[in-house]
């Protein structure tokens, strides 16, 4: 039987899960794409030679799709992955489920009302070769217990032009935020921020500086995490995990080594499609099963993850704007997403 995908949000994102859909999933189609804007939407789908609409209320309820992606702007996720709640069809969310952690518990209250777990939260570090290995390691025992773990995260500029410091920790960081908890399996109970202060630039146009942020799990574990949304140089992400008896630690993968008038060099990619094609690939067939069969994905993010990671954010912002240690207490783990 073929999977029928709609594909709500047609800009980078969206494009991408629509050519992976069309390209790269046997037992999936794409029968539909929607975007606000009807000639991005009529694009996408002309290439993939898929339906086009902008509503996106009636994507979901069209009677030939089965499952949705929602690419579209952060602050519409939460209601749409309600919507496709209601009418009982599986979503693959991208992050954040909402940059408000109120907004995530609501999406998690109306998938206890259904009785079963419907959301899958594209957080797609989790299917990247290099973090599963990281925490196949670590639960192997080949570095003893976890103390550590220092995460770093650069773009080369602000992904869009009004990209705030504030989404820097809303948007960005909590990928680290979700990949830390999955490789540690632990919550986090506090966050500290700090930001170096940063020049403008000679355009006037202020640009979003680095933030560290300090976090601490429940096991007493420290997590660091940098991010920097105007690097500059390349997307660049890299973590390392220091435990009792060793370290597990990956940087950027290496493609090709050029060596060349006595100098080696090694490229960077421009965004984080070509680093984390794989993980996104892998992500998308997990989806394409959980849809298919109804067993929601093992190492897959859930609404609960998408909670807490916006949790773990909303708390991070007001360590920055208010300086110090800002305890997070989240509400008590509903028995649907028992701990894994
Ligand atoms: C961006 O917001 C994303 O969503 C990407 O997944 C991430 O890798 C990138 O670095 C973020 O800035």
Redesign the pocket.
Known sequence: MTLNIAVIGAGV?GADHARIIAEEMAGARLALVCDAAAERAGQVAARFGAAATTDPLAAIAAADVDAVVIASPDATHAALARACIAAGKPALC??PLSQRAEECLAVAAAEQAAGRRLVQV?F??RFDPSYAAMKAGLDAGQIGRALLMHNI???VEN?AAD?TAD??IT??AP?EFDAARHVLGQDFTAISAFAPDRPDRPDGRAPVGPVLLVLQTGAGQVVTVE?N?NAAYG?D?RAELTGETGALSFGNPVVIARDAALARSTAYAA??RP??AEAYRRQMAAFVRFAATGAFPPAAADAWDGYLAALVAECGVRARRAGGRIAIAPAARPALYAAK
């Open positions: 994102m991208e992050k594209g797609m570090r995260h650069r773009n992904p990209f989404m820097a948007n960005a990928h991010v949304v997307y992400v965004d984080w680093r984390f």
